[in-house]
T-cell receptor, first 118, second 113 residues
């Protein structure tokens, strides 16, 4: 139980284009979703926190106009990297928090999405 | 703010060797502590956790004890296998920070036959 599906797992795009990454909770309602960025051989850095139906809260230094986060339903959050540039190339990971089937709070990670901007 | 410090890698061990990966933390209040594992090409998986002082988390032969007096949560395994080769992340979760996980930098482990 408590599965999070993240799509796509790999994406290559041209500089200047926008890319959307989806994060879905498959068997529980995710009241909160977190988006992280991981550079090679580095830790995960929290980018933003989103609660269903509310605007995302971005961490200091993260451009909210560049990394658009939508959490319109309890099972889906999207991260859109707008006007992507090579420096945006990274591994993006979502995690979802909510009450699982047993009623206990769960926190589960997606498998991540590797973005390469040419 | 909250932070997690874990030992630098990479760590290389022979199969059946004893493993320790050190992790210390700084946090206000009473955080929960976690170890996550990331196998090559895969996403993060929860390995074990502890939610209060003196709790011991354990899974797949790995153990870690929440030591409030030393603010530590060291990961140990008595006999590692080649399949344990992965990157291990220590993390904390605190209500003061909105329940997002705060990760250490990760420690890469390579186990050789």
């Amino acid at each position: 139980g408590a599965v999070v599906s993240q799509h796509p797992s790999w994406v290559i795009c041209k500089s200047g284009t926008s890319v959307k990454i989806e994060c879905r909770s498959l068997d529980f309602q995710a009241t909160t979703m977190f988006w992280y960025r991981q550079f090679p051989k580095q830790s995960l850095m929290l980018m933003a926190t989103s609660n269903e139906g509310s605007k995302a809260t971005y961490e200091q230094g993260v451009e909210k106009d560049k990394f658009l986060i939508n959490h319109a339903s309890l099972t889906l959050s999207t991260l859109t990297v707008t006007s992507a540039h090579p420096e945006d190339s990274s591994f993006y990971i979502c995690s979802a928090s909510g009450d699982g089937l047993s009623g206990a709070n769960v926190l589960t990670f997606g498998a991540g999405s590797r973005l390469t901007v040419l | 703010g909250d932070s997690v410090t874990q030992m630098e890698g990479p760590v290389t061990l022979s199969e059946e060797a004893f493993l320790t990966i050190n992790c210390t933390y700084t946090a206000t209040g009473y955080p929960s502590l976690f170890w996550y594992v990331q196998y090559p090409g895969e996403g993060l998986q929860l390995l074990l956790k502890a939610t209060k002082a003196d709790d011991k988390g354990s899974n797949k032969g790995f153990e870690a004890t929440y030591r409030k007096e030393t603010t530590s949560f060291h990961l140990e395994k008595g006999s590692v296998q080649v399949s344990d080769s992965a990157v291990y992340f220590c993390a904390l979760r605190n209500s003061n920070s909105g329940y997002a996980l705060n990760f250490g930098k990760g420690t890469s482990l390579l186990v050789t036959p």
